[in-house]
């Protein structure tokens, strides 16, 4: 198996199961789907583009939290809500989004698909355009590669988490003795915990998702490497400067 490492650091980062109700919740780890369309935005993909969903789809994503932050909740106006009688409100009614403040995550994406995992890796490396963490006012405060980040070693998306360095912590927050683990169980796992998330569609026209399964496992921070301080040296797409950089 080849495995993609991807950090994704951000102030806020926003990962919502409920997107049309008047509290808008988030996961405490990025969401499936939300990779599957960061990965259309990064290699130029059109959001309708099925087949390049499905061949996403069939990876396996697994992430780990180096950094836990806080739940910010963010009082909003918003139209398209669902209300109590099923339907959509027509006028703006006041909306709780939850937002996950100064969290960082590492992100394993793993598959047999060669060709795709590479594919995926380029993509990264020199986004097709500018990237979000879960919605659009989300951005990446760092480039979402690090150097080595394409492992080919035949291990899978956990041996990566369980040996990759981890992030630094901001400098006013205790290094943890564990690192929380959320690993990607497939569509046919069994145990763990349900996920509506494994995208089939991400039309904006017809967003279709089924379940999965994840398991958390955690990882002693004692044996694992730091990785060096970034600088802010920006970092330009193919098509506009992106925020942050290595």
């Known amino acids: 198996m080849n495995v993609l490492v991807l950090a994704l650091e951000a102030l806020h980062q926003s990962y919502p199961d409920t997107p049309r109700h008047t509290k808008v919740s988030t996961r405490r780890e990025p969401t499936k789907s939300a990779m599957a369309g960061m990965a259309c935005q990064a290699s130029g993909v059109a959001f309708s583009d099925d087949a390049f969903v499905e061949r996403f789809a069939a990876?396996?994503?697994?992430?780990?939290?180096?950094?836990?932050?806080?739940?910010?909740?963010?009082?909003?106006?918003?139209?398209?809500?669902?209300?109590?009688?099923?339907?959509?409100?027509?006028?703006?009614?006041?909306?709780?989004?939850?937002?996950?403040?100064?969290?960082?995550?590492?992100?394993?994406?793993?598959?047999?698909?060669?060709?795709?995992?590479?594919?995926?890796?380029?993509?990264?490396?020199?986004?097709?355009?500018?990237?979000?963490?879960?919605?659009?006012?989300?951005?990446?405060?760092?480039?979402?590669?690090?150097?080595?980040?394409?492992?080919?070693?035949g291990e899978t998306p956990r041996q990566v988490l369980e040996r990759w360095p981890r992030a630094n912590t901001s400098f006013n927050r205790r290094t943890p003795e564990q690192l929380r683990m959320t690993l990607d169980l497939g569509v046919g796992g069994v145990g763990g915990e349900i996920r509506h998330d494994h995208p089939i569609s991400l039309d904006?026209?017809?967003?279709?998702?089924?379940?999965?399964?994840?398991?958390?496992?955690?990882?002693?921070?004692?044996?694992?490497?730091?990785?060096?301080?970034?600088?802010?040296?920006?970092?330009?797409?193919?098509?506009?400067?992106a925020v942050g950089g290595v």
Not at 123 to 142: D, E, I, N, Q
Not at 216 to 237: D, H
Request: charged share 25%; net charge positive.
């Open 59 to 153: 990876c396996e994503v697994s992430s780990r939290c180096d950094q836990e932050g806080e739940i910010l909740p963010d009082n909003q106006n918003a139209r398209g809500v669902m209300l109590a009688n099923g339907k959509l409100s027509e006028h703006a009614v006041q909306a709780v989004h939850e937002y996950l403040e100064n969290f960082k995550f590492k992100v394993a994406i793993g598959s047999d698909d060669e060709e795709f995992i590479h594919r995926l890796h380029d993509a990264f490396m020199l986004p097709a355009g500018l990237l979000w963490l879960g919605k659009k006012v989300c951005k990446p405060t760092r480039a979402l590669w690090t150097p080595g980040c394409l492992v080919t070693t």
């Open 204 to 241: 904006p026209k017809n967003r279709q998702f089924v379940d999965r399964r994840v398991a958390t496992a955690w990882v002693m921070t004692a044996g694992l490497p730091i990785e060096p301080r970034l600088t802010n040296k920006p970092v330009k797409t193919a098509q506009t400067p």
